[in-house]
Every structure is written in structure tokens, then in C-alpha cells.
């Protein structure tokens, strides 16, 4: 059965940083592209940044460019996202998102993922 479990939200100020993990187990996605995305109250869940499988493509959401990285261990099946110049529109719950077929491309819609994550909660204080 495959997991994703992530873990490093949490309460910060603005201007802050949090990693985020998402450890993957039940399969290895080492070869597939795996993605974060985030949902907001009152919001439509939103690309956030996603890394294919290969590490040779990471793609961003205008809204967090330059302040958003996305990378893994393949050795740990673990996807991070580390964020920093955070800022209360970043506030949301958080959730990794893995693809089942093999060496696609990032895709930034939530319907070409097949394994998702419960959530971390990310609240960003003003």
C-alpha cells in the first residue's frame, strides 16, 4: 500500500522558513515526478512546485519562484520543499503528490496525480 506522509509544517512569522518532507513507502518514486500543492480556506486546491524524476525539471508557481525549493533523496523516497521569505498568503494546508506512471513531465493539475498525502498544516503570521 503506498504512503505519503508529510511532516515540518507549523506556525511561523513572516519572513520566516520551513521545510516540508513528504516520505513516500509502498513503492519508490524514483522515477516519477512528484509535486506540492496547497489549499487555502475558502480556496481551490493550487500548484506549488513539483520535481520530475530525474531532478532535471522543477517547475514553480509564479506566486512562490525564488522563495520555493523543491528537491529529493531518492535513496530516502523523500520529496522536500523548502520555504523561505514566507508570507501570510503562503498560509494553507499543504500536501504531497505523487504520479504512478513512470518519467512524465511535472504536471501542474491535481487530476494527473494518483497518491496523496493527508496534509501539513502552514500558518504564516503577520
Known amino acids: 500500500q503506498v504512503q505519503l506522509v508529510e511532516s515540518g509544517g507549523g506556525l511561523v512569522q513572516a519572513g520566516g522558513s520551513l521545510r516540508l518532507s513528504c516520505a513516500a513507502s509502498?513503492?519508490?518514486?524514483?522515477?516519477?515526478?512528484m509535486g506540492w500543492f496547497r489549499q487555502a480556506p475558502g480556496k481551490e486546491r493550487e500548484f506549488v512546485a513539483g520535481?520530475?524524476?530525474?531532478?532535471?525539471?522543477?517547475v514553480y508557481a509564479d506566486s512562490v519562484k525564488g522563495r520555493f525549493t523543491v528537491s529529493r533523496d531518492n535513496a530516502r523516497n523523500t520529496v522536500y520543499l523548502q520555504m523561505s521569505s514566507l508570507k501570510p498568503e503562503d498560509t494553507a494546508v499543504y500536501y504531497c503528490?505523487?504520479?504512478?506512471?513512470?518519467?512524465?513531465?511535472?504536471?501542474?493539475?491535481?487530476?494527473?496525480?494518483?497518491?496523496w498525502g493527508q496534509g501539513t498544516q502552514v500558518t504564516v503570521s503577520s
Open positions: 509502498g513503492r519508490s518514486f524514483s522515477r516519477s515526478a
Open positions: 520535481d520530475n524524476w530525474s531532478g532535471s525539471s522543477t
Open positions: 503528490a505523487a504520479d504512478r506512471a513512470l518519467y512524465r513531465m511535472v504536471f501542474t493539475t491535481s487530476d494527473e496525480y494518483d497518491y
